[in-house]
C-alpha cells in the first residue's frame, strides 16, 4: 500500500492535471456527466492519462470527479459499473509508465453537487454510503488512493472521509476549495477544515481548484502553520475567466512551474494542478520542482476543538465552556428534553453564544429518556443555529457515538473516566 507520508518524506509526488477542461478543450462541451466517456470513449481518457504521464506526474486521477449516485442517475450506467471501467482505464494507463518509477493511481472524488441537511435535502448517511460505494469500487479496481477534492462544505467532506475509510482501506488526501479570504463556501475557515480531517485521520490533505497559484502562495502559510500532515496543492492555471460562454484560464505553463516551484519550497508535498492545467503545465511543473527535497513536518502538538466554521484551541488562556445545556439541577431543561421543547434548548444554545463562551456543553443524560436518540438529535439542530464547537456530555458510549457521527467538526467529549473499560469503550469512537 502507498505510505503517503514515508514517500514524501523522501521526495515530492506530482498530481496530473486537469480532466475536465481538457475534454471541453477537445470538444466534450456540455456534458451533464462527462464520467460516461469512460464507457463510451475509453481511448479519449486513456490518452489524456497518457499525456499526463509522460509530462512525468506520479499520480493520475480517475475519470470519476462527479461519478457518485446523484449525478449518476438517470444515466445509462451505475456508479460502481463506471467507477470500476474508469479505475481500470487508468490503472492500465499507469503500469504501462511505470519503468523507473512507480505510478499511481487516485480515485477522484469530487462533491454530490447536493446540500447536506438540515440547509439541503442529503442525508449524511445517504452522503456516506454514496461515497463508500465509490471508493469500494476503486480499491477493487487498482486504486492506489482515494482523492476528496473542490469540498467546500466540512460536513460533506465529513461523510466523504467516513465513506472511504469505512469501505475501504486505502490511503486518503482529502483537498478543499477556499475563497481567497482562505473560507469555505459554507464558512469554515481553515483551522477548522485542518482540526475535522486529521481528527479524521487522513494521509494528507490540502487546498485545489477555486484559486490559481499565486493565490494558494498566500494561504498556504497559514495551512502549514496549523497541520502535522503532508500537504497537497493543485491551483487552476489562475483565476477563471468567461470568454464567449467558456472559462478561460491566464496562467501560462512556465509562471505556472514557477510558482509551484515556490509552493514546493513553502513545504507542499504533493502538488499538481486543477481547471485550466494541460499537460505543459505539468511538465513544467515537474522539471521545476522535482530536485527540491521536502521541508520536515513538525507536529503542532495542539489541542484543538471545532465545529464547522471554527476552530478552538485550548492552551494557556481559559475556554468557557457554557453549561447551560445540562440537566443537572434545572428542572426546565429536563422538561425540555423530555418534551423534545428543543426551541428551548436552541434559544438557551444562541444566548450562551451571545454572551462569550467558546463552546458548548451539551448533556441529556436523563434516565427517563432514549439518551442515544435525544443527543443525535440535539446536536443535529444545535450545530445548525450556533457556530461554536460543542462538548459531547455523557457517560454512555453509544450516546456519545451517536452524537460524534453527527456532528459537523472535531468536538470535545466530557465525562469520559480513567477505567480500562470506560477508555476502550468511547477512545475508538468516531
Same mark, same amino acid.
Do not use: W
Given at each position: 500500500?502507498?505510505?503517503?507520508?514515508?514517500?514524501?518524506?523522501?521526495?515530492?509526488?506530482?498530481?496530473?492535471?486537469?480532466?475536465?477542461?481538457?475534454?471541453?478543450?477537445?470538444?466534450?462541451?456540455?456534458?451533464?456527466?462527462?464520467?460516461?466517456?469512460?464507457?463510451?470513449?475509453?481511448?479519449?481518457?486513456?490518452?489524456?492519462?497518457?499525456?499526463?504521464?509522460?509530462?512525468?506526474?506520479?499520480?493520475?486521477?480517475?475519470?470519476?470527479?462527479?461519478?457518485?449516485?446523484?449525478?449518476?442517475?438517470?444515466?445509462?450506467?451505475?456508479?460502481?459499473?463506471?467507477?470500476?471501467?474508469?479505475?481500470?482505464?487508468?490503472?492500465?494507463?499507469?503500469?504501462?509508465?511505470?519503468?523507473?518509477?512507480?505510478?499511481?493511481?487516485?480515485?477522484?472524488?469530487?462533491?454530490?453537487?447536493?446540500?447536506?441537511?438540515?440547509?439541503?435535502?442529503?442525508?449524511?448517511?445517504?452522503?456516506?454510503?454514496?461515497?463508500?460505494?465509490?471508493?469500494?469500487?476503486?480499491?477493487?479496481?487498482?486504486?492506489?488512493?482515494?482523492?476528496?477534492?473542490?469540498?467546500?462544505?466540512?460536513?460533506?467532506?465529513?461523510?466523504?472521509?467516513?465513506?472511504?475509510?469505512?469501505?475501504?482501506?486505502?490511503?486518503?488526501?482529502?483537498?478543499?476549495?477556499?475563497?481567497?479570504?482562505?473560507?469555505?463556501?459554507?464558512?469554515?475557515?481553515?483551522?477548522?477544515?485542518?482540526?475535522?480531517?486529521?481528527?479524521?485521520?487522513?494521509?494528507?490533505?490540502?487546498?485545489?481548484?477555486?484559486?490559481?497559484?499565486?493565490?494558494?502562495?498566500?494561504?498556504?502559510?497559514?495551512?502549514?502553520?496549523?497541520?502535522?500532515?503532508?500537504?497537497?496543492?493543485?491551483? !487552476? %492555471? =489562475? $483565476? &477563471?475567466?468567461?470568454?464567449?460562454?467558456?472559462?478561460?484560464?491566464?496562467?501560462?505553463?512556465?509562471?505556472? +512551474? /514557477?510558482?509551484?516551484?515556490?509552493?514546493?519550497?513553502?513545504?507542499?508535498?504533493?502538488?499538481?494542478?486543477?481547471?485550466?492545467?494541460?499537460?505543459?503545465?505539468?511538465?513544467?511543473?515537474?522539471?521545476?520542482?522535482?530536485?527540491?527535497?521536502?521541508?520536515?513536518?513538525?507536529?503542532?502538538?495542539?489541542?484543538?476543538?471545532?465545529?464547522?466554521?471554527?476552530?478552538?484551541?485550548?492552551?494557556?488562556?481559559?475556554?468557557?465552556?457554557?453549561?447551560?445545556?445540562?440537566?443537572?439541577?434545572?428542572?426546565?431543561?429536563?422538561?425540555?428534553?423530555?418534551?423534545?421543547?428543543?426551541?428551548?434548548?436552541?434559544?438557551?444554545?444562541?444566548?450562551?453564544?451571545?454572551?462569550?463562551?467558546?463552546?458548548?456543553?451539551? !448533556? %441529556? =443524560? $436523563? &434516565?427517563?429518556?432514549?439518551?442515544?436518540?435525544?443527543?443525535?438529535?440535539?446536536?443535529?439542530?444545535?450545530? +445548525? /443555529?450556533?457556530?461554536?464547537?460543542?462538548?459531547?456530555?455523557?457517560?454512555?458510549?453509544?450516546?456519545?457515538?451517536?452524537?460524534?457521527?453527527?456532528?459537523?467538526?472535531?468536538?470535545?467529549?466530557?465525562?469520559?473516566?480513567?477505567?480500562?473499560?470506560?477508555?476502550?469503550?468511547?477512545?475508538?469512537?468516531?
Amino acid at each position: 500500500m502507498l505510505q503517503i507520508k514515508t514517500v514524501t518524506d523522501e521526495r515530492i509526488l506530482f498530481f496530473d492535471g486537469a480532466m475536465g477542461t481538457t475534454l471541453q478543450s477537445m470538444g466534450y462541451r456540455g456534458m451533464r456527466f462527462p464520467e460516461a466517456l469512460n464507457m463510451t470513449d475509453p481511448a479519449v481518457i486513456r490518452g489524456i492519462h497518457e499525456a499526463y504521464l509522460r509530462a512525468g506526474c506520479d499520480i493520475v486521477k480517475t475519470n470519476t470527479f462527479g461519478a457518485n449516485r446523484f449525478k449518476a442517475k438517470g444515466t445509462a450506467y451505475s456508479t460502481p459499473q463506471v467507477t470500476a471501467v474508469a479505475t481500470k482505464i487508468a490503472r492500465s494507463a499507469a503500469d504501462t509508465f511505470s519503468g523507473s518509477r512507480q505510478r499511481f493511481v487516485a480515485l477522484d472524488i469530487g462533491p454530490t453537487g447536493l446540500l447536506m441537511q438540515p440547509l439541503g435535502t442529503l442525508a449524511f448517511e445517504d452522503a456516506v454510503s454514496a461515497f463508500g460505494e465509490m471508493a469500494k469500487a476503486g480499491e477493487e479496481n487498482g486504486a492506489d488512493l482515494i482523492l476528496i477534492e473542490t469540498m467546500n462544505d466540512t460536513y460533506e467532506l465529513k461523510a466523504a472521509v467516513l465513506g472511504a475509510k469505512e469501505y475501504c482501506s486505502l490511503p486518503i488526501v482529502a483537498t478543499v476549495t477556499l475563497d481567497e479570504k482562505g473560507k469555505l463556501l459554507t464558512g469554515g475557515d481553515i483551522g477548522a477544515v485542518v482540526a475535522l480531517l486529521e481528527g479524521l485521520r487522513v494521509d494528507a490533505l490540502g487546498l485545489n481548484c477555486g484559486l490559481g497559484p499565486s493565490q494558494m502562495l498566500e494561504i498556504l502559510p497559514d495551512l502549514l502553520s496549523l497541520t502535522s500532515v503532508p500537504v497537497a496543492v493543485s491551483p !487552476n %492555471a =489562475g $483565476l &477563471p475567466r468567461s470568454v464567449n460562454g467558456v472559462a478561460s484560464f491566464d496562467v501560462a505553463p512556465e509562471e505556472f +512551474a /514557477v510558482a509551484m516551484r515556490g509552493i514546493a519550497s513553502m513545504g507542499a508535498r504533493l502538488l499538481g494542478g486543477c481547471c485550466g492545467t494541460t499537460p505543459e503545465h505539468i511538465a513544467r511543473m515537474v522539471s521545476a520542482a522535482m530536485d527540491i527535497r521536502p521541508a520536515s513536518i513538525r507536529d503542532k502538538q495542539r489541542t484543538v476543538v471545532s465545529s464547522y466554521s471554527q476552530a478552538i484551541y485550548i492552551g494557556d488562556a481559559p475556554t468557557i465552556i457554557g453549561e447551560r445545556i445540562n440537566p443537572t439541577g434545572k428542572k426546565r431543561l429536563k422538561d425540555a428534553l423530555r418534551q423534545g421543547n428543543y426551541d428551548y434548548i436552541l434559544g438557551e444554545a444562541v444566548e450562551q453564544q451571545r454572551s462569550g463562551a467558546h463552546m458548548l456543553d451539551v !448533556n %441529556a =443524560g $436523563l &434516565p427517563d429518556i432514549d439518551e442515544k436518540a435525544v443527543m443525535s438529535e440535539l446536536v443535529s439542530r444545535l450545530q +445548525a /443555529v450556533v457556530t461554536l464547537p460543542l462538548q459531547i456530555d455523557s457517560s454512555s458510549p453509544a450516546a456519545i457515538g451517536a452524537a460524534l457521527r453527527q456532528y459537523n467538526g472535531k468536538a470535545l467529549v466530557n465525562s469520559v473516566n480513567g477505567k480500562k473499560e470506560s477508555m476502550e469503550a468511547v477512545f475508538p469512537t468516531k
